[in-house]
């Protein structure tokens, strides 16, 4: 992952991702990518998460809201944002995992045919994350980071940088599965 922070950085309250990459060449159908969060119990940490953010939605509770959705990736910068709200989490969940998915209408397109991928995660004006998809330059989705509740510790974080070879909705059935 380029440039990553080192190590585990404990308390997180409130989180920002956002997505950034470059538009389409003229005449070829938009490049259309979707940030994904999603959410499991402490019960049930991996699997089919409990609730799924993403384009047209938000969390129940209104702790993970995407607020800014791009169908093309025309604009400065980060096109695409979410935001966590870990600290207002209810007990019962102990894990959230962020990916990206590109919506793949036009035909197969993966994060090598996309120019000027990437990511950040912040807190407040610190980047915990910054990522440009390089090392999964065949796959449709990837996950990004993974938010875990520790205990009275808070909320801390882990990179996990996982590409697969997935359409949106069925990458959001493997967002949460265990990791080899």
Same mark, same amino acid.
């Given at each position: 992952?380029?440039?990553?922070?080192?190590?585990?950085?404990?308390?997180?309250?409130?989180?920002?991702?956002?997505?950034?990459?470059?538009?389409?060449?003229?005449? &070829?159908?938009?490049?259309? $990518? #979707?940030?994904? %969060?999603?959410?499991?119990?402490?019960?049930?940490?991996?699997? !089919?998460?409990? @609730?799924?953010?993403?384009?047209?939605?938000?969390?129940?509770?209104?702790?993970?809201?995407?607020?800014?959705?791009?169908?093309?990736?025309?604009?400065?910068?980060?096109?695409? &944002?979410?935001?966590?709200? $870990? #600290?207002?989490? %209810?007990?019962?969940?102990?894990?959230?995992?962020?990916?990206? !998915?590109?919506? @793949?209408?036009?035909?197969?397109?993966?994060?090598?045919?996309?120019?000027?991928?990437?990511?950040?995660?912040?807190?407040?004006?610190?980047?915990?994350?910054?990522?440009?998809? &390089?090392?999964?330059?065949?796959?449709?989705?990837?996950?990004?980071?993974?938010?875990?509740?520790?205990?009275?510790?808070?909320?801390?974080?882990?990179?996990?940088?996982?590409?697969?070879?997935?359409?949106?909705?069925?990458?959001?059935?493997?967002?949460?599965?265990?990791?080899?």
């Amino acid at each position: 992952m380029s440039g990553l922070n080192s190590g585990l950085n404990k308390g997180l309250g409130r989180v920002e991702v956002t997505l950034r990459w470059d538009p389409a060449p003229i005449g &070829a159908p938009a490049h259309d $990518l #979707d940030i994904v %969060a999603g959410v499991f119990t402490a019960d049930e940490p991996y699997g !089919a998460p409990v @609730q799924l953010v993403h384009f047209g939605s938000r969390s129940p509770d209104g702790t993970i809201t995407l607020h800014r959705d791009s169908r093309t990736g025309q604009g400065f910068g980060y096109d695409e &944002a979410m935001t966590l709200e $870990l #600290d207002r989490l %209810a007990p019962r969940y102990a894990r959230v995992v962020v990916g990206v !998915a590109i919506q @793949q209408g036009g035909g197969r397109l993966a994060f090598g045919d996309i120019a000027n991928t990437g990511i950040r995660v912040r807190e407040g004006y610190t980047d915990l994350l910054v990522h440009d998809f &390089a090392d999964v330059p065949d796959a449709l989705a990837a996950t990004v980071v993974e938010f875990t509740r520790d205990g009275a510790e808070g909320w801390a974080y882990r990179p996990i940088s996982h590409g697969y070879d997935a359409d949106p909705q069925t990458f959001a059935t493997l967002l949460g599965s265990a990791r080899p």
